[in-house]
């Protein structure tokens, strides 16, 4: 049998379905259609329904029921505190590489991002963040049960008084532990506030205390989340598999032992998906796109895009004169960048939008750049200077940026993708890749500046 989310389905096959069984989203039904009701039912938790086909069925709708794990009951220890102190005395590290920055957490240690670039020769320059030298525990409600040696649980007790915080994981509720480095470098964004990372361990049966992800939740704040072995030791740690619930339809007055429309679901499992909520059809790619999907291996490359010449001639044109900018980025940071005009970082949220200038535009000023660091025009990209963002709280100095526009065919024609790395403190690189940048290209001049022309 399907294993389906229960209301949804019910609600698609048999219309007249209860609405407080929607509280029951974490866990899974397994829908039973045994043929007729028999004498006795087996509970007296149920309710009639009838099909848009006008059959009806007695559904018995599974009891709310509370897990109690055995093990739970008398934990004799050790605390999740000690079973994570354990590791500390290994000396662990760990090291997550991801496409400019590597991160490197020594369990209990410290924990630090860098960058490391080959010069000439064997020279090799290397940039690094502190995000945390010193363990700190978070107090709370919550947290009690870090610290808790051992647990017992008497007859009656609800054990889910000492639930574990959870944090939402490909999906799944997860409890982990948490920690906190602190006295990592400082951050000139938050008035010289030393950076730090919320560490979030979780069990994992296969992990190896590796860093499954590392994001930045805030200015200067960070969070990893680390796969642990050692706390799946810690019952009320482990990741639980969602219950599943049968629910028994019985036909009556002569209805089938399987709703018809039921029936062609099945047979036709692809045709349609139901579920609680209101669903979306799925998006079927208008004239001019295509759906994403991966590229098999050997087959011919993806077409480049067609562009329409007069809406891509007013784009450019607006993108040159600074009124079409670009938005990028993900995380915490966003990114702006209006050509000629300036490029920004900034973060939006319910308190208002923080902004940061990287830097603004001076032909000038970029063309001195330009030849005092005797730079070129690539086949497939161009590099901008702009300079007098604003003052960086631990150089003192204004901030600069590099812009990077760089051509990708192989994205929807008006589409961009936008990132920032910052070589040195408060000096940045903004990658700009997009379509529009490609024919723009072709008209640089010797000091790199774009002059296309625009019919009016």
Not at 188 to 214: A, F, M, Q, W
Request: charged letters at 25%; a negative charge.
């Amino acid at each position: 049998m399907e294993r389906l989310s229960m209301c949804g389905l019910l609600i698609a096959l048999l219309p007249t379905v209860c609405s407080d069984l929607l509280e029951s989203n974490n866990m899974l039904f397994q829908l039973n259609w045994p043929g007729n009701l028999p004498v006795n039912p087996s509970s007296d938790n149920s309710v009639v329904m009838r099909t848009a086909d006008n059959e009806r069925y007695e559904c018995i709708l599974p009891q709310d029921r509370l897990q109690h794990d055995s093990d739970v009951v008398n934990y004799p220890g050790p605390s999740p505190k000690s079973i994570i102190e354990a590791v500390f005395k290994k000396k662990i590290c760990t090291v997550r590489i991801e496409t400019y920055w590597s991160y490197e957490l020594c369990h209990g240690r410290h924990i630090r991002q860098y960058h490391e670039e080959k010069l000439t020769g064997k020279e090799t320059k290397l940039q690094e963040f502190s995000l945390g030298t010193s363990v700190e525990y978070p107090t709370g409600e919550q947290y009690k049960l870090q610290e808790m040696d051992t647990i017992t649980v008497s007859e009656g007790q609800d054990i889910h008084d000492l639930k574990a915080p959870t944090t939402l994981l490909e999906g799944k509720e997860v409890p982990f532990f948490e920690l906190i480095m602190t006295d990592g470098s400082t951050c000139d964004l938050k008035s010289g506030e030393p950076r730090k990372t919320h560490v979030l361990y979780i069990c994992e049966e296969t992990g190896r205390n590796e860093i499954y992800s590392l994001k930045e939740t805030s200015s200067c704040e960070y969070e990893a989340i680390v796969l642990s072995p050692v706390l799946c030791t810690h019952p009320l740690y482990k990741v639980k598999d969602t219950p599943v619930s049968n629910i028994n339809c019985y036909a009556l007055d002569g209805a089938p032992r399987i709703p018809v429309s039921y029936d062609k679901l099945i047979a036709n499992p692809q045709k349609k998906q139901y579920s609680a909520g209101k669903t979306k059809p799925p998006k079927t790619p208008t004239k001019g796109q295509t759906s994403s999907s991966s590229t098999t291996k050997g087959a011919a490359p993806p077409p480049k895009p067609s562009i329409p010449s007069l809406d891509t001639e007013q784009l450019v044109k607006d993108f040159l004169s600074g009124d079409h900018c670009l938005h990028g980025g993900q995380g915490w940071w966003k990114y702006e960048f209006c050509y000629g005009k300036f490029a920004q970082q900034y973060h939006q949220d319910k308190n208002g939008r923080t902004e940061v200038v990287l830097g603004t535009w001076n032909k000038e000023e970029h063309i001195e750049w330009w030849t005092r660091n005797s730079k070129n025009v690539g086949s497939r990209s161009v590099t901008h200077f702009y300079a007098h963002g604003d003052i960086c709280d631990i150089t003192g100095k204004p901030r600069e940026v590099q812009v990077r526009l760089k051509c990708s065919e192989n994205m929807q024609p008006h589409a961009v993708s936008i990132y920032l790395i910052e070589p040195s403190t408060c000096e940045y690189i903004l990658g700009v890749e997009s379509p529009i940048i490609c024919e723009l290209l072709e008209t640089a001049d010797e000091h790199g500046l774009l002059h296309p022309k625009i019919q009016e």
